[in-house]
């Protein structure tokens, strides 16, 4: 659970992001896993849910540390922080997440998902998919004009 104020924007990393609502002081703790308000679901949703609830367990979702057969879903703002091989964060500690620098209201958190997912693979972009769907849609194709489908 976000431990300090927060809001939801669109990003520059990938569709919306998790951003600082006021500034905050490198080594400050931002976030806790909060066993009582974050989520937890059964793994196993991954393979029987519905296409559509897999999908978004894939995208907000990870492994709970301490129970492998289950994946944790917060419920606040958290669930928006994006991945980044250059964090402002830390997560090393799984369980909480501390400022690594100071973060400037209107910046956005990111963290490395590494960090509390080893198994983290990077889904395909959502923003580079719907940008190539529109420009396809628009008779642009790898950078060239191409014919409309009808």
Same mark, same amino acid.
């Given at each position: 659970?976000?431990?300090?104020?927060?809001?939801?924007?669109?990003?520059?990393?990938? +569709? &919306?992001?998790?951003?600082?609502?006021?500034?905050? #002081?490198?080594?400050?703790?931002? =976030? *806790?896993?909060?066993?009582?308000?974050? /989520?937890? &679901?059964?793994?196993? =949703?991954?393979?029987?849910?519905?296409?559509?609830?897999?999908?978004?367990?894939? #995208?907000?979702?990870?492994?709970?540390?301490? @129970?492998?057969?289950?994946? &944790?879903?917060?419920?606040?703002?958290? *669930?928006?922080?994006?991945?980044?091989?250059?964090?402002?964060?830390?997560?090393? #500690?799984? &369980?909480? +997440?501390?400022?690594?620098?100071?973060? /400037?209201?209107?910046?956005?958190?990111?963290?490395?998902?590494?960090?509390?997912?080893? +198994?983290?693979?990077?889904?395909?972009?959502?923003?580079?998919?719907? @940008?190539?769907? #529109?420009?396809?849609?628009? +008779?642009?194709?790898?950078?060239?004009?191409?014919?409309?489908?009808?």
């Amino acid at each position: 659970m976000m431990l300090v104020p927060t809001y939801v924007a669109p990003s520059d990393v990938e +569709g &919306v992001g998790v951003f600082a609502a006021e500034d905050i #002081k490198a080594g400050t703790l931002i =976030w *806790r896993y909060a066993p009582d308000f974050d /989520r937890l &679901v059964p793994a196993s =949703w991954l393979e029987t849910e519905t296409p559509t609830m897999q999908d978004f367990l894939q #995208k907000y979702a990870y492994p709970a540390h301490n @129970a492998p057969d289950m994946l &944790v879903i917060e419920i606040d703002n958290g *669930r928006f922080m994006n991945h980044s091989l250059e964090p402002n964060t830390d997560f090393t #500690k799984v &369980v909480e +997440g501390y400022a690594t620098r100071n973060i /400037r209201a209107g910046e956005e958190f990111v963290c490395n998902y590494t960090e509390f997912d080893p +198994g983290y693979a990077l889904l395909p972009s959502m923003v580079t998919a719907f @940008a190539a769907a #529109k420009a396809h849609a628009n +008779g642009v194709a790898n950078g060239e004009i191409v014919a409309p489908a009808f």
